[in-house]
Every structure is written in C-alpha cells, then in structure tokens.
C-alpha cells in the first residue's frame, strides 16, 4: 500500500512528516499525531478525549493545534518540504482543479494511514484550499478559487434544472453540465474531469445503472426492492412478468429478490400499472390505470366511437390480455352501448 501511494505522488509522505514533527515539543507533537491519525493508529482522537488525556479543556488542546501548525510553517522542514507541496499542487490540478478530499485520498492510496499523513500535508501546505462540506456539497480540495466557485455555481445551476422525476443518462449529464460551466480551461473540459467535479455535489446523484438526477429522488437513491424493480423495468423497455422483473434485478443489481416480495412491491408502488396477469409496465410510458374495462373506457373517451376491431386494437396497446376479455367488457350495457353503425360509445 505504501508503494502505491510513492508511485502517485513521487514522494514519502510519512518520510516528510516525521522530518517536520521534529521541531516540535513533545506534547505539541502528540496532539498533531492524534488529531491526524500519524501514530501508531490511523484512527483520529477528539478533541476532548486529548484534553482529558492532558486535563486540559478541548479549546486548549484547540489552540496547541494551531500554534503547532503555525510553528511547522516556520521551521526549516517545511522550506525543504516545497517539493512535495508542489507535487500535490500538481495532482489536484491533473484531476481537475478541484476534487473531493476522498476521491484525492483514494487516488493517491488506499492505506488509511497513508491517507491520514497527506491529509495532514494538505492541511499545512499554503497553495491548498478546502470547502468544508454542507448539504449541498462534499469536502473538496483546490488551488484555484475562480476555478471552484465556477464549478460550484454550475452545480447549482445543474440542479436547479432537474425534476424528481428525471434520469439522465451520463453522456447527456456531462453535457448539460459543461454547457453550465463558462471559460474554464480545455484540459478540464473531458469527461473524466466533469464526472469526478458531478460527485462534489449532494443535491445530484447516480443510480446504480449510471443514469443521473436528484440525489433524494427514488429513482436514485435506492432504497429497497421497489425502486431496482423500477430501474429493471425502465431499462427493459416494456411490460414484464413480475417473475421476470425479480430474476432481472437478481441479474443487473446481484441483488436477491424474492418473487412474492418483488411481486407486492409492484403492487404497491404507483409508478407500476397492471397490464396483464401477472405484467407490470411503468405509469410514465403512458399506460392507463384500472381494469380492462376502465381502459376501454379511457380509449372511447380519447377517440370517440369506435368499432369492436378498433377497440381491441387500441387496447391490446395497453393491456396483455386476449381480445375475447375485452369484448366481454364491452357487453356491459351498463357502461358501454352499441349504435347502429356497430361503433361504440360511452354510456353517459
């Protein structure tokens, strides 16, 4: 693990850090090395559990923090630390100007660690900025302020133009969002850059097929076996089985799904309408809520008088059922009454 995060950054993060906390006092250096995870433990110690170590009141071990941080900056090893400092610059700016803090941390290595320790040189070092985060976005790092106030605005501006309801897909996200974003540098203007800059905000989120909306939407935020039947149905493209519905999400999502659960989930969620025994097809393709007769209902209503050939036809459209269903239907006189001319209409 520790190779790998040399080979990322051509430099020793732990070789550099133990070089500057040498010109520290002991109990100013313990503080740093437990607030940062650089001991023994990668694990971060609070700022209370170190002032009942010590005695002392969480805002005092506060200030010791600080006043060791700014001696750091003064001492000699942090002169001599500039190239690595340097070399972080770089990295922030080769993956896009502004990154999430995990994202950065994860891209360098992925020992906990060794992670702690370039967290810490990022805190130190000057060229270095983050924005805390909030609800609408991650902790990110950057070195060019213009830079991620535009990225950040362009969020915004991204969300804002969404509904509840949409999924994008990426390529058309990353278009959107570029089309959101002026003047900003073309070594920044790939795609890989523009989706790493999409995971700085929580407003915007991706499902599990890659398709792009609202975070707090259920078509993206899954929650449970509603909404991966939702996604499965969706990505089919038409009406299925809800047999077939559970046996595709145990195939997309490597998730189990039992069918009599899968089955009442259909049954409760709105989003799903009935089409057949047993077949559901998704409410936004246009289909009709209610019983074959509603549907027959809802036909004549949109068109006018039909004939019975014209009926099936415009029915079977929305439901899987034989053609002999929907003239039984259609002989309820309590509902449907037949002219002259053999065209059906409406009882009013």
């Not at 995870?37 to 694990?43: M, N, V």
């Not at 969002?177 to 407003?203: A, P, Y």
């Not at 019983?291 to 439901?319: C, H, M, Y």
Request: aromatic content about 8%.
């Amino acid at each position: 693990m520790a190779t790998q995060a040399v080979d990322k950054t051509g430099f020793k993060p732990k070789a550099i850090v133990k070089k500057l906390m040498v010109a520290l006092p002991e109990r100013s250096r313990i503080v740093l090395e437990s607030r940062f995870g650089l001991g023994t433990s990668p694990e971060r110690v609070t700022l209370e559990a170190i002032g009942k170590r010590y005695g002392i009141t969480r805002e005092r071990v506060r200030q010791i923090e600080n006043h060791a941080l700014a001696a750091l900056k003064k001492s000699p090893a942090f002169a001599q630390a500039e190239g690595a400092f340097e070399e972080l610059e770089r990295i922030i700016d080769g993956l896009g100007g502004v990154v999430c803090e995990d994202d950065l941390l994860n891209f360098m290595t992925k020992d906990k660690s060794m992670q702690n320790h370039i967290y810490f040189l990022l805190v130190l070092g000057d060229p270095f900025k983050y924005r805390k985060e909030d609800d609408e976005v991650n902790r990110c790092w950057y070195v060019d302020h213009e830079l991620a106030t535009k990225v950040e605005g362009a969020l915004k501006s991204l969300y804002s133009g969404l509904s509840d309801e949409d999924l994008i897909p990426e390529g058309e996200m990353i278009d959107r969002f570029l089309k959101e974003l002026q003047n900003i540098n073309d070594k920044h203007r790939n795609s890989e850059v523009l989706r790493r800059w999409l995971t700085i905000s929580k407003s915007i989120g991706k499902n599990p097929l890659g398709e792009w909306g609202q975070a707090s939407s259920q078509n993206v935020k899954t929650k449970g076996v509603r909404d991966f039947a939702y996604l499965a149905v969706k990505k089919h493209g038409s009406p299925l089985h809800f047999r077939e519905v559970a046996t595709l999400i145990e195939k997309m999502f490597d998730r189990k799904a039992h069918i009599a659960t899968t089955h009442n989930e259909l049954i409760k969620d709105p989003r799903f309408v009935l089409v057949g025994r047993g077949m559901y097809a998704l409410r936004e393709w246009g289909y009709t809520q209610g019983v074959v007769r509603d549907v027959v209902r809802e036909v004549l209503r949109k068109n006018g008088p039909l004939t019975k050939d014209q009926i099936i036809e415009k029915v079977l459209k929305e439901r899987h059922v034989k053609a002999g269903t929907i003239v039984v239907n259609l002989q309820n006189q309590k509902y449907f009454k037949r002219g002259k001319d053999g065209k059906f209409t409406l009882v009013k």
